[in-house]
């Protein structure tokens, strides 16, 4: 069964940084993508970045690019996002996810990590 568990979220203020860390577990991950979304209140979930397992090649939304790093660390199982100058409208719920880098969808979720930015 596959687990992702999310952790280091928290409140910080506007311009500080935050790394938020994924565990991932249940099964072998090479062949997978894994992606950080977040959603905020009366929000719909949007994309934030996402790291190929097997080559760590990343893509990143707009919104977050030149702020947010995602990395991997193959022998603890994580992934992690790094985010610096950090803007209260960066303020979400943080999921980790993982899809096969070959499909579409995303179909395993963690529970959510709360990130929260004052300004």
């Known amino acids: 069964q596959v687990q992702l568990v999310e952790s280091g979220g928290g409140l910080v203020q506007a311009g500080g940084s935050l790394r938020l860390s994924c565990a991932a577990s249940?099964?072998?991950?090479?062949?997978?993508?894994m992606g950080w979304f977040r959603q905020a209140p009366g929000k719909e979930r949007e994309f934030v970045a996402a790291i190929n397992w097997r080559f760590g090649s990343t893509s990143y939304a707009d919104s977050v690019k030149g702020r947010f790093t995602i990395s991997r660390d193959n022998a603890k199982n994580t992934v992690y996002l790094q985010m610096n100058s950090l803007k209260p409208e960066d303020t979400a719920v943080y999921y980790c996810a993982s899809r096969l880098t070959v499909g579409d969808e995303y179909d395993s979720w963690g529970q959510g990590t709360q990130v929260t930015v004052s300004s």
């Open positions: 249940g099964r072998t991950f090479i062949n997978y993508t």
